[in-house]
T-cell receptor, first 114, second 116 residues
Framework: AQSVTQPDIHITVSEGASLELRCNYS??????LFWYVQSPGQGLQLLLK??????LVQGIKGFEAEFKRSQSSFNLRKPSVHWSDAAEYFC????????????FGTGTQLKVEL | NAGVTQTPKFQVLKTGQSMTLQCAQD?????MYWYRQDPGMGLRLIYY???????DKGEVPNGYNVSRLNKREFSLRLESAAPSQTSVYFC???????????????FGPGTRLTVT
């Protein structure tokens, strides 16, 4: 069965500092990977996705993620964090059959200090 | 273009009461999903509908039923609410098909349900 691990429950960074959120996945075939962001009281917004090809993918709001098959990782990065980036971030992997269900990690709560 | 809409936004039920959560999408997507979100557990799939006329169980289906009313609408029903069903419920949809189908899902704003 597929699974996603986000080892950091909470992360605090200073505004302007760089950010890396970790995600490890378990999936038998080529994974389809996603990062979503959830602001307080809101739904989930897609930040970026990886299906195939270039292992460094760019997303919205200045985020990027790198797929590393050898490490089963898909870490999210941003060079300079803004206070408005404070939110909860979810990594997810999609199955390629059976309804193409998404399996989510438990999320990382990002706090930005001014 | 509203995307995925959910009603109601908030609801308080007493144990044993029933209710239906409504979801609609205007993106002409074939697949629709219901998730629940609980602190520290991420999102877990309750039921999904791969296409109009079909529904299947997800990871946590007990205590819920669903109806895919038409291509646009997918409702979630709690027949006899329990405190363990206190959660935030999200509906999502996905474009499928041989011409431009994708794997990403688009989410509604959620329904916050409290069962006392």
């Amino acid at each position: 069965a597929q699974s996603v691990t986000q080892p950091d429950i909470h992360i605090t960074v200073s505004e302007g500092a760089s950010l890396e959120l970790r995600c490890n996945y378990s999936y038998g075939a080529t994974p389809y990977l996603f990062w979503y962001v959830q602001s307080p009281g809101q739904g989930l917004q897609l930040l970026l996705k990886y299906f195939s090809g270039d292992t460094l993918v760019q997303g919205i709001k200045g985020f990027e993620a790198e797929f590393k098959r050898s490490q089963s990782s898909f870490n999210l990065r941003k060079p300079s964090v803004h206070w408005s980036d404070a939110a909860e971030y979810f990594c997810a992997v999609a199955s390629t059959g059976g309804g193409n269900k998404l399996t989510f990690g438990t999320g990382t709560q990002l706090k930005v200090e001014l | 273009n509203a995307g995925v809409t959910q009603t109601p936004k908030f609801q308080v039920l007493k144990t044993g009461q029933s209710m239906t959560l409504q979801c609609a999408q205007d993106m002409n997507h074939n697949s629709m999903y219901w998730y629940r979100q609980d602190p520290g557990m991420g999102l877990r799939l309750i039921y999904y509908s791969a296409s109009e006329g079909t529904t299947d169980k997800g990871e946590v289906p007990n205590g819920y039923n669903v109806s895919r009313l038409n291509k646009r609408e997918f409702s979630l029903r709690l027949e006899s609410a329990a405190p363990s069903q206190t959660s935030v419920y999200f509906c999502a949809s996905r474009k499928t098909g041989t011409s431009g189908g994708t794997y990403e899902q688009y989410f509604g704003p959620g329904t916050r349900l409290t069962v006392t």
